[in-house]
């Protein structure tokens, strides 16, 4: 059984997916514990109330970033991880604490890498005139929103869109496209390969479209 722990910072609809799909097609997993940088995330009374063990370290309790880093290692560690998972987690953690997760550490971010890394992603991909947008879940490594790709999921943009519709469209292929990693993850499907290259070793689409 792979102990899953998963970072959340606000609504948690990524987790309730990978939460959900996990107990409904019984993954050789679990999530054990869903942690937040914000004591009012939603997500954490939704895993609270399914018995996840949850906790907060509150970013705005340290003053500086290695502390946060070193108290949410501290956090992480006592769930003794197979698989860390960002999940909407809207903090940078340190090279340090990527690190340490190397190879087990899975994000989810709202366009298809490498375009659009950090913020506003829909607002940027409709000025700048998108027809395509979506989703990529990676390996997480110290560069933001730049690791190794295991899949992703294009959406079109419809005429008419602003952020928040292309945002929910793109949320339900989130929801679609982080399970599965999650899931290939937790069968040991996926191949890391020298080349920084991610494969399904049974040769799955790791494309939706
Ligand atoms: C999701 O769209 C996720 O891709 C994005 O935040 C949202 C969280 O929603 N993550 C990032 O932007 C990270 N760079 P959720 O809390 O309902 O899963």
Same mark, same amino acid.
């Given at each position: 059984?792979?102990?899953?722990?998963?970072?959340?910072?606000?609504?948690?609809?990524?987790?309730?997916?990978?939460?959900?799909?996990? !107990?409904?097609?019984?993954? /050789?997993?679990?999530?054990?514990?869903?942690?937040?940088?914000?004591?009012? !995330?939603?997500?954490?009374?939704?895993?609270?109330?399914? &018995?996840?063990?949850?906790?907060?370290?509150? $970013?705005?309790?340290?003053?500086?970033?290695?502390?946060?880093?070193?108290?949410?290692?501290?956090?992480?560690?006592?769930?003794?991880?197979? @698989?860390?998972?960002?999940?909407?987690?809207?903090?940078? @953690?340190?090279?340090?604490?990527?690190?340490?997760?190397?190879?087990?550490?899975?994000?989810?971010? /709202?366009?298809?890498?490498?375009?659009?890394?950090?913020?506003?992603?829909?607002?940027?991909?409709?000025?700048?005139?998108?027809?395509?947008?979506?989703?990529?879940?990676?390996?997480?490594?110290?560069? @933001?929103?730049?690791?190794?790709?295991?899949?992703?999921?294009?959406? /079109?943009?419809? /005429?008419?869109?602003?952020? $928040?519709?292309?945002?929910?469209?793109? #949320?339900?292929?989130?929801?679609?496209?982080?399970?599965?990693?999650?899931?290939?993850?937790?069968? &040991?499907? #996926?191949?890391?390969?020298?080349?920084?290259?991610?494969?399904?070793?049974? &040769?799955?689409?790791?494309?939706?479209?």
């Amino acid at each position: 059984m792979k102990r899953i722990v998963i970072l959340i910072s606000g609504r948690g609809s990524n987790m309730q997916a990978i939460v959900e799909r996990c !107990a409904e097609e019984a993954w /050789p997993a679990e999530v054990v514990a869903v942690l937040s940088n914000r004591p009012d !995330a939603a997500g954490l009374a939704w895993a609270a109330a399914r &018995g996840i063990a949850t906790a907060v370290v509150d $970013h705005k309790a340290f003053a500086r970033r290695e502390d946060f880093d070193a108290a949410m290692v501290r956090a992480i560690d006592v769930h003794r991880p197979d @698989l860390l998972l960002l999940a909407g987690f809207m903090r940078i @953690l340190g090279a340090d604490a990527v690190e340490r997760y190397a190879g087990r550490f899975l994000n989810i971010h /709202p366009s298809l890498l490498p375009a659009f890394p950090g913020l506003h992603t829909h607002r940027r991909a409709l000025e700048a005139g998108c027809q395509v947008v979506g989703a990529t879940v990676h390996f997480v490594t110290p560069q @933001l929103d730049h690791g190794p790709i295991v899949m992703q999921a294009a959406v /079109p943009v419809h /005429p008419g869109d602003d952020e $928040h519709a292309l945002a929910a469209r793109v #949320l339900k292929s989130e929801h679609v496209i982080y399970p599965l990693a999650v899931r290939w993850f937790c069968e &040991g499907a #996926l191949e890391l390969g020298a080349d920084g290259r991610v494969r399904h070793r049974g &040769g799955a689409s790791q494309v939706l479209i």
